[in-house]
């Protein structure tokens, strides 16, 4: 059985204070089971929150990482300064840092084995433009993606990844997919990974569908069986409709 995650990407929101308000609001609505809580904060964030967040059921998460362990990369942060501060999770190739970063399919391939070598879960991000949509490109980017992401990946490692099917056209804007259409589109990705690997990590991966998921539209894509959870930006931001999402999930 898969585990169903709910993941917030922070982006580039809440000081520290901020942070640690947010995990203790979180903290008062009570533990919940069954299902995985991550928030992705930004690095200045993590330290405080790894701290807080110990014994909680939440899991910290940083939104990107170097794939190199140490070097001449002036601004980086690498996966064993990650691992040290005991941050297990780290969102890899989201549409923003592909669009503003230069984040490529090649260099998602490295920080996802990084990761892997270095213990921690990437949560990696896949999803078509509306120009690919429009042009009916939805399936082979998708395809295109993750086949470059999970390249050279053995089985055992790719049952650890957490796909996000983030449609770039739904990030952020306030409309979401339809369930049908991610529901359509994690299939696929799940026989993807069928063919590139094999049937028992198609079973086991998690795939989570992201964009303009809020607590008001969460079951819709739940209720799907091959849909694992979500990663939220915008409703993740507050701990209330978080809670909420989390409630759903579990
Ligand atoms: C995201 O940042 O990954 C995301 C899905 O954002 P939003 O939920 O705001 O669309």
Redesign the pocket.
């Known amino acids: 059985m898969r585990t169903p995650v709910i993941a917030g990407?922070w982006?580039m929101y809440k000081t520290v204070d901020q942070a640690l308000d947010f995990m203790n609001a979180l903290r008062e609505r009570g533990e919940v089971s069954g299902v995985e809580q991550v928030v992705c904060a930004s690095f200045v964030a993590l330290p405080a929150l790894a701290q807080a967040t110990s014994g909680t059921g939440v899991g910290i998460g940083a939104q990107t990482m170097h794939w190199e362990e140490e070097g001449a990369y002036t601004g980086e942060v690498s996966p064993t300064m990650l691992q040290d501060i005991d941050v297990p999770y780290v969102i890899i190739g989201?549409?923003?840092r592909r669009t503003y970063f230069a984040e490529t399919d090649e260099t998602v391939n490295k920080k996802t084995k990084s990761a892997l070598d270095h213990d921690l879960t990437p949560i990696v991000?896949i999803g078509e433009t509306l120009e690919e949509k429009e042009a009916d490109r939805t399936q082979e980017t998708v395809r295109d993606q993750v086949a470059k992401a999970l390249d050279g990946r053995s089985s055992a490692e790719a049952s650890r990844v957490i796909l996000?099917y983030?449609p770039v056209w739904?990030?952020?804007?306030g409309k979401?997919a339809t369930a049908d259409d991610a529901d359509e589109v994690i299939r696929f990705i799940r026989k993807t990974v069928a063919d590139q690997l094999d049937h028992d990590v198609a079973r086991d991966i998690r795939i989570l569908y992201?964009?303009?998921?809020?607590p008001s539209n969460i079951d819709s894509f739940l209720e799907r069986p091959d849909i694992d959870g979500a990663?939220?930006?915008?409703?993740?931001l507050d701990p209330n409709s978080f809670g909420q999402l989390v409630d759903a999930a579990a």
């Open positions: 990407n982006k989201h549409s923003e991000c996000a983030e739904a990030i952020g804007t979401s992201g964009g303009s998921v809020k990663l939220v930006g915008g409703a993740s």
